[in-house]
Every structure is written in structure tokens, then in C-alpha cells.
């Protein structure tokens, strides 16, 4: 990989550490590298492969041996018209999921520079108490809040025993809720930490030159803080689009007749529970390859920018 | 950031702070409940209009929870599995980030990149592997296929964002440790261990999140030795979904959540100062 150009980054000037550099950095990476590659790369390895093999129950107790199919578990997959359906949500979902968590956590960063201490830190430990609970009993909770039995949701709106998992969209929309303020925080607090440590007197040398405040916004802070609204907008990207927990808790498994299946969910369903490990696996390559072009094309975006790595 | 405070005027400030506050109230709302809800005996949980506080708190649900069988033990097993991916991943990922900011060698832009694609693997489909590896290798049913995989998961984030804090500490300080004489590994340890310790907090939260969280692994794992199980199972004993006993899923749930908000309330500070580090280069 070519270094990226220009910038202050890039002169190599004689690092102290790199005196005899040699076989060190390799010898500190080795720890990772090593539980990297045993429990990340080869399981992703052996994905690949299980894809490719009718891998049942039978196989799995070793009564059968595995039987090759090449692509047959894609093939299988591609025709069905439950996966194409499921990827359109799993889009859908995931999309609705980043735009609102990004919109609600910036928009709430702005709003906590605007305020002084008392209902800064309400609004700070409000939101680190979200982002703490569990993802499992942020589930159960959020259920219960809609229950329409003993929910005080219902109760307060006057929706009587309104079944908020039964509808697709109703039930989509609820994990959508609880994901948005689990995940809201990390973005309000990463983005407030980041306007904070923009240093004031570059704020008021523009506020001197007599840059209005949409002006400084513009082109004072945005810039600033470009890096920062990346590296949140991945990692939205990349956990939103891995939801799992909320959604198995919530939709109890994946919705009424797999109306709420997103494709990790549909990815372990077939593999544990109709034990269609093979076709089970074809998915999860499916959701991994998805995932890489995102993060590529982000990874041009970033060199593009100029972006040091 | 004084001059953007300044710039206010003094009724939208007013309002800014008042919406604050209600904001902050939505958000904590969903905990008080599920706390409150622990709290409230059964009758109360069950009536047709909640009440926003309890007549009579009541430890019911809590001596249905902890009398379950073996919630103790499910208890200590989270708390050593989260302990040890979070020591692990820590000194491991320390190490890494120390080796992909501080020196410059080949494939060294290629490891960064590939850090950050590892992050996309979808974990829940990892679980197919991962199960045949862990019975090869004989660690179905022991805490150890719960920790292994989690310590991989957690790595590359932590690598990730601990680049930002290690590259913040000024390298005239390492010159001047190896003027007097310090070896590279007492500088290492002695010196940029402790400086880079506030963001080594900060990245733990999110490895100790996602192991204190995992109930796919524990579920898919443990199957046979439930002594070796986690919290997130002993919750789901009180969650069925056709009749739920939903005092002692809140008490479960109270329990599980209280360990990670201590955590959090702890590190708070660091993790607050710690984020804007980890992202401004």
C-alpha cells in the first residue's frame, strides 16, 4: 500500500524506537496477529469453506460425511425469494438505524455545548446509563415499556392491548427505539469530546476576523471534526448492520413468520435452529462481503480526503 | 468553546438547558423502570395503571432471582469472563498499537487496514466455526470458549482506537528515557504503559460490553455443563415469551446492569476525555 501524500504525517524523519527497529514491531504485534488469526481469520476460513458443503445435523455428529456442493448453497440461497427479502429489510433497517443514531447523537453533542454543568451531566450519565445496559436487558426492558398487557407505554398513549412486535413495521420500529438509544450516546459523546478539544482561540480567531457562526460551523469546525463523523458513521454502519441481540430478544427470534429477520438473525436461524449449517454459512459470507465493500469504499473516502492511516 | 457558550442568548439557553433535562429524563426513563419494576411486588406490576413510583417495594423478585440455581455462579462467571478479555485484550492490543504508531515498517498500512475489516466480520455467523473449533479443541462447556473468542472480537477495535493515544504521547519522551538509559522494554512498560493507561480504560468499556453482553456464544457453547454458564442465560430463565414473569426479568435484568453502570460511573471521566483522544490525530 502507497503511504498517503503530503502533510506533516509523512516526514519520516529518525524516530527514536526505530533504532534497530528490525523484527520488534512484528515481535509486539505477534500476541494479536496470532489470536487474530486463530480465532478471526481461520473461523472466517473455515465459513468459506463450510459454505460450500451440505453440512446438516448428520454432518455435525460425523454420521454422514460433509457432501460438496460448490455453489449449490448459494444457488439455493439467490433463488429464494426470503433472502431478497430479508436483505431489503436488513438495508432498510440498518440504513434507518445509522441515520437516526447519527442525527439524534450530534444533535444532542451540539446541544450539550450549549448548556451549563447541572443538565450536561444529567444528559451525560442519562446517556452512559443507556449505552451500559446490556444489550440483552436493554431488550427485556424495552419489551416490557411496550407490553401490551402491563407496558406503561400503551397505558399513557391510551393504545389499550396494542401488540407492538405483532405488526412487521410496528415491531421493526421498536428494536429501531432501543438500538437508537443504545447506541446514540457513543456518538454524542465521541462528537462532544471532539468539539471540545477543537482549541478556542482558533474559534475566536475566526469570530475575530468576523466569521458569522454558520461560517465558523462551516469552515472551522466541520473540517475539524470530519474525522471524527467518520469514524462514528463506520462504526454505526458496521454495528447496525450486525444487530442481532435486540432484534432476537424483541421479535422473540426474528418476528411472526420471520417478518423481522435481518441476515444475521436469518444467518443463525438456518444454521441452529433448522440446522442448515452449510446454507447457514453461505449467508453469513454473504453479510461479510457486504459489509468489506462498505468499509472499502469508506477506506477510499478516507484517502481521498487524505486521510493519514 | 467559551465564545459558542457566549454567543447564546439567554432565552435559548434557558431553553436548550430545560430540553436537556427532559431529554435526559426520556433516556433514563427505561432504566428507572426496569428498577422500579424489580422493586414492585407482583400485584403492582401486573395492574391495569402503572404508577410511576411503588406503595410497597418488595425484595420478592430479587429472592426469585438469586434463588434460582446457581445465579451466584452465573454472576462470577461473567465477572471472570469480562475480567479476563478485558486484561488480555488490553495488554495485547496495547501492544499492537504500540507497534503499528511508533514504528514504520512494511505492511505496516496493510495491518491497519486489515484491523479495521476485521471489525466488519459478522460474529453471529462466526458461531458455526467457532463451535467446531471449540470442540476440536475440547473447550465446549468451559468459560475458556467463551473468553478466546471475545478477546479476538474486542482486539481490533481496541487497536483501533488506542492508535489515537499512544501517537499522543510526544516522542521526545522517548529519547529522553533512552538518554538515561532505559531499555525499550522499561520504557514500554514504565513509561508509555501509564501515560496511554486513560485511553486503555477507555477502549475496555467496549470489550467489557461485548463480553459482559454476549448470550450467543454462552448459548451455543454451554450446553451440556450449565456451572459454566453466564447471566445472560440465568435472564432468559425468567423471559419466556408467552408468560413472562416480568418482576424477575427486571430484577435479573437490575443485576446484570448494575456491575457495567459501576463500571461506567468509574471510568466515566476517562472514557469521556478518552473518546475525544482516540479520534483527533
Given at each position: 500500500?502507497?503511504?498517503?501524500?503530503?502533510?506533516?504525517?509523512?516526514?519520516?524523519?529518525?524516530?527514536?524506537?526505530?533504532?534497530?527497529?528490525?523484527?520488534?514491531?512484528?515481535?509486539?504485534?505477534?500476541?494479536?496477529?496470532?489470536?487474530?488469526?486463530?480465532?478471526?481469520?481461520?473461523?472466517?476460513?473455515?465459513?468459506?469453506?463450510?459454505?460450500?458443503?451440505?453440512?446438516?445435523?448428520?454432518?455435525?455428529?460425523?454420521?454422514?460425511?460433509?457432501?460438496?456442493?460448490?455453489?449449490?448453497?448459494?444457488?439455493?440461497?439467490?433463488?429464494?425469494?426470503?433472502?431478497?427479502?430479508?436483505?431489503?429489510?436488513?438495508?432498510?433497517?440498518?440504513?434507518?438505524?445509522?441515520?437516526?443514531?447519527?442525527?439524534?447523537?450530534?444533535?444532542?453533542?451540539?446541544?450539550?455545548?450549549?448548556?451549563?454543568?447541572?443538565?450536561?451531566?444529567?444528559?451525560?450519565?442519562?446517556?452512559?446509563?443507556?449505552?451500559?445496559?446490556?444489550?440483552?436487558?436493554?431488550?427485556?426492558?424495552?419489551?416490557?415499556?411496550?407490553?401490551?398487557?402491563?407496558?406503561?407505554?400503551?397505558?399513557?398513549?391510551?393504545?389499550?392491548?396494542?401488540?407492538?412486535?405483532?405488526?412487521?413495521?410496528?415491531?421493526?420500529?421498536?428494536?429501531?427505539?432501543?438500538?437508537?438509544?443504545?447506541?446514540?450516546?457513543?456518538?454524542?459523546?465521541?462528537?462532544?469530546?471532539?468539539?471540545?478539544?477543537v482549541p478556542s482561540e482558533v474559534l475566536e480567531a475566526a469570530a475575530l476576523d468576523g466569521a458569522s457562526q454558520w461560517r465558523i460551523w462551516r469552515s472551522?469546525?466541520?473540517?475539524?471534526?470530519?474525522?471524527?463523523?467518520?469514524?462514528?458513521?463506520?462504526?454505526?454502519?458496521?454495528?447496525?448492520?450486525?444487530?442481532?441481540?435486540?432484534?432476537?430478544?424483541?421479535?422473540?427470534?426474528?418476528?411472526?413468520?420471520?417478518?423481522?429477520?435481518?441476515?444475521?438473525?436469518?444467518?443463525?436461524?438456518?444454521?441452529?435452529?433448522?440446522?442448515?449449517?452449510?446454507?447457514?454459512?453461505?449467508?453469513?459470507?454473504?453479510?461479510?462481503?457486504?459489509?468489506?465493500?462498505?468499509?472499502?469504499?469508506?477506506?477510499?473516502?478516507?484517502?481521498?480526503?487524505?486521510?493519514?492511516? | 468553546?467559551?465564545?459558542?457558550?457566549?454567543?447564546?442568548?439567554?432565552?435559548?439557553?434557558?431553553?436548550?438547558?430545560?430540553?436537556?433535562?427532559?431529554?435526559?429524563?426520556?433516556?433514563?426513563?427505561?432504566?428507572?423502570?426496569?428498577?422500579?419494576?424489580?422493586?414492585?411486588?407482583?400485584?403492582?406490576?401486573?395492574?391495569?395503571?402503572?404508577?410511576?413510583?411503588?406503595?410497597?417495594?418488595?425484595?420478592?423478585?430479587?429472592?426469585?432471582?438469586?434463588?434460582?440455581?446457581?445465579?451466584?455462579?452465573?454472576?462470577?462467571?461473567?465477572?471472570?469472563?469480562?475480567?479476563?478479555?478485558?486484561?488480555?485484550?488490553?495488554?495485547?492490543?496495547?501492544?499492537?498499537?504500540?507497534?503499528?504508531?511508533?514504528?514504520?515498517?512494511?505492511?505496516?498500512?496493510?495491518?491497519?487496514?486489515?484491523?479495521?475489516?476485521?471489525?466488519?466480520?459478522?460474529?453471529?455467523?462466526?458461531?458455526?466455526?467457532?463451535?467446531?473449533?471449540?470442540?476440536?479443541?475440547?473447550?465446549?462447556?468451559?468459560?475458556?470458549?467463551?473468553?478466546?473468542?471475545?478477546?479476538?472480537?474486542?482486539?481490533?477495535?481496541?487497536?483501533?482506537?488506542?492508535?489515537?493515544?499512544?501517537?499522543?504521547?510526544?516522542?521526545?519522551?522517548?529519547?529522553?528515557?533512552?538518554?538515561?538509559?532505559?531499555?525499550?522494554?522499561?520504557?514500554?512498560?514504565?513509561?508509555?504503559?501509564?501515560?496511554?493507561?486513560?485511553?486503555?480504560?477507555?477502549?475496555?468499556?467496549?470489550?467489557?460490553?461485548?463480553?459482559?453482553?454476549?448470550?450467543?456464544?454462552?448459548?451455543?457453547?454451554?450446553?451440556?455443563?450449565?456451572?459454566?454458564?453466564?447471566?445472560?442465560?440465568?435472564?432468559?430463565?425468567?423471559?419466556?415469551?408467552?408468560?413472562?414473569?416480568?418482576?424477575?426479568?427486571?430484577?435479573?435484568?437490575?443485576?446484570?446492569?448494575?456491575?457495567?453502570?459501576?463500571?461506567?460511573?468509574?471510568?466515566?471521566?476517562?472514557?469521556?476525555?478518552?473518546?475525544?483522544?482516540?479520534?483527533?490525530?
Amino acid at each position: 500500500m502507497p503511504r498517503p501524500r503530503g502533510g506533516a504525517a509523512d516526514v519520516t524523519a529518525p524516530r527514536p524506537l526505530e533504532r534497530g527497529v528490525g523484527w520488534t514491531p512484528w515481535l509486539y504485534l505477534a500476541p494479536a496477529l496470532v489470536v487474530l488469526g486463530g480465532l478471526l481469520v481461520y473461523p472466517v476460513y473455515q465459513l468459506g469453506l463450510i459454505s460450500l458443503f451440505r453440512y446438516t445435523q448428520a454432518q455435525v455428529s460425523g454420521g454422514e460425511p460433509a457432501a460438496f456442493r460448490g455453489a449449490g448453497n448459494y444457488a439455493d440461497l439467490f433463488s429464494d425469494s426470503q433472502f431478497w427479502q430479508v436483505l431489503l429489510a436488513t438495508v432498510v433497517f440498518a440504513g434507518a438505524c445509522v441515520v437516526s443514531t447519527l442525527v439524534v447523537g450530534c444533535a444532542l453533542a451540539v446541544l450539550l455545548t450549549r448548556v451549563r454543568a447541572v443538565p450536561r451531566l444529567a444528559l451525560m450519565l442519562a446517556a452512559l446509563g443507556a449505552w451500559a445496559t446490556p444489550a440483552v436487558t436493554g431488550s427485556t426492558v424495552w419489551l416490557f415499556l411496550f407490553d401490551p398487557d402491563f407496558g406503561p407505554v400503551n397505558r399513557v398513549l391510551g393504545l389499550g392491548d396494542h401488540s407492538w412486535t405483532y405488526g412487521r413495521y410496528s415491531a421493526f420500529f421498536l428494536v429501531l427505539l432501543e438500538v437508537v438509544w443504545c447506541s446514540f450516546p457513543f456518538v454524542m459523546v465521541t462528537v462532544y469530546a471532539g468539539i471540545r478539544a477543537v482549541p478556542s482561540e482558533v474559534l475566536e480567531a475566526a469570530a475575530l476576523d468576523g466569521a458569522s457562526q454558520w461560517r465558523i460551523w462551516r469552515s472551522v469546525l466541520a473540517p475539524m471534526l470530519r474525522p471524527i463523523l467518520t469514524v462514528v458513521t463506520i462504526q454505526s454502519v458496521i454495528w447496525d448492520f450486525k444487530v442481532f441481540t435486540q432484534i432476537y430478544v424483541i421479535t422473540n427470534g426474528g418476528g411472526i413468520a420471520g417478518q423481522n429477520l435481518v441476515l444475521n438473525v436469518y444467518a443463525y436461524q438456518q444454521a441452529f435452529a433448522s440446522s442448515q449449517y452449510g446454507l447457514g454459512s453461505a449467508i453469513g459470507v454473504v453479510m461479510l462481503l457486504i459489509l468489506l465493500a462498505v468499509t472499502l469504499v469508506y477506506l477510499r473516502l478516507l484517502r481521498r480526503q487524505g486521510e493519514e492511516l | 468553546m467559551n465564545l459558542l457558550r457566549v454567543r447564546v442568548q439567554r432565552p435559548w439557553r434557558l431553553a436548550a438547558e430545560v430540553s436537556a433535562l427532559l431529554i435526559a429524563a426520556a433516556v433514563a426513563f427505561p432504566l428507572y423502570w426496569m428498577v422500579l419494576s424489580a422493586f414492585e411486588p407482583a400485584g403492582e406490576i401486573e395492574s391495569d395503571r402503572p404508577r410511576p413510583w411503588t406503595l410497597s417495594p418488595s425484595l420478592d423478585a430479587f429472592r426469585r432471582v438469586f434463588g434460582q440455581q446457581e445465579f451466584g455462579r452465573y454472576f462470577a462467571n461473567s465477572l471472570i469472563v469480562s475480567g479476563t478479555v478485558v486484561a488480555v485484550s488490553a495488554v495485547i492490543a496495547f501492544l499492537a498499537a504500540t507497534a503499528v504508531t511508533r514504528f514504520r515498517f512494511r505492511f505496516r498500512t496493510t495491518l491497519l487496514i486489515m484491523f479495521l475489516v476485521a471489525q466488519t466480520v459478522p460474529v453471529e455467523a462466526l458461531t458455526i466455526p467457532l463451535f467446531f473449533l471449540m470442540r476440536d479443541a475440547g473447550q465446549l462447556n468451559t468459560l475458556g470458549s467463551l473468553i478466546l473468542p471475545h478477546i479476538a472480537f474486542s482486539l481490533p477495535f481496541a487497536i483501533w482506537m488506542l492508535r489515537g493515544f499512544v501517537k499522543a504521547v510526544p516522542e521526545a519522551l522517548e529519547e529522553a528515557a533512552y538518554l538515561d538509559g532505559a531499555s525499550r522494554g522499561r520504557f514500554l512498560w514504565q513509561i508509555l504503559f501509564p501515560l496511554v493507561f486513560p485511553g486503555l480504560v477507555a477502549t475496555s468499556v467496549f470489550s467489557f460490553i461485548s463480553a459482559w453482553n454476549d448470550f450467543l456464544f454462552a448459548k451455543s457453547f454451554i450446553i451440556s455443563d450449565t456451572s459454566q454458564s453466564t447471566l445472560p442465560m440465568a435472564l432468559l430463565v425468567f423471559y419466556k415469551p408467552d408468560e413472562p414473569d416480568w418482576g424477575g426479568v427486571m430484577a435479573a435484568s437490575t443485576v446484570m446492569t448494575i456491575p457495567v453502570l459501576v463500571f461506567f460511573v468509574l471510568v466515566q471521566r476517562r472514557l469521556v476525555s478518552g473518546l475525544g483522544g482516540a479520534v483527533k490525530d
